[in-house]
């Protein structure tokens, strides 16, 4: 169920959102009592109330923090699967080109896909680091980014630095990804 997955994925939010239930109806309890005039009740209710209230105290920063690390595996993976994409792409491109099956075509080094990855690893940088790279140029980037795992050796390799641009100054990142095959460009932005 849903509920279950919660629990298993964010445990420390869980037991903060049922404190929290614990807690509002222990507060309806009271409050009901109160109001029916049933002050005797309401007065045995108000330590269990003042209790629940206690116990709902949690770390904000651990609930803020929850998950984060599963989040920081999965963008590896996420980046270590796209440069593999990268490889075998490039391979089956070679192929394809050598017997010119389909003619002219782009390749994934090509697209502005490839583009977006660095941004990616821009954010991951972030996560890990606690900064944002300090490169002015893109293959001083490229260079700065690879030295936090997984690196992009592949991509490294192969990406065409036409396809993209890059700004870096003291407000933000700006890269835009160019797609030469359908003359477009995309903008992306990091504010810091």
């Not at 509002?24 to 309890?29: A, G, L, P, Q, R």
């Not at 790279?133 to 260079?143: C, H, N, Q, R, V």
Request: glycine share 4%; charged share 25%.
């Amino acid at each position: 169920s849903i509920e279950d997955e919660i629990k298993s994925l964010f445990p420390q939010s869980y037991s903060g959102i049922m404190k929290s239930v614990i807690y509002s109806k222990s507060y309806y309890s009271f409050v009901r009592d109160q109001a029916m005039g049933d002050s005797e009740s309401a007065d045995y209710k108000w330590s269990k109330l003042n209790e629940d209230g206690i116990n709902l105290s949690f770390d904000i920063n651990t609930l803020l923090n929850e998950g984060s690390d599963k989040d920081m595996l999965l963008n590896k993976k996420i980046i270590s699967i796209l440069d593999e994409n990268v490889s075998l792409t490039n391979s089956l491109y070679k192929s394809l080109l050598s017997k010119n099956i389909f003619g002219k075509i782009g390749g994934f080094i090509d697209n502005p896909v490839a583009c977006t990855t660095y941004i990616s690893k821009v954010g991951f940088y972030n996560d890990l680091t606690k900064k944002y790279p300090s490169a002015k140029t893109i293959d001083d980037l490229i260079s700065e980014l690879s030295e936090i795992a997984p690196t992009t050796e592949n991509l490294d390799l192969l990406f065409k630095r036409s396809t993209m641009s890059y700004i870096n100054n003291k407000d933000m990142i700006k890269f835009i990804c160019i797609d030469h095959i359908n003359k477009k460009e995309y903008k992306f932005v990091i504010s810091k």
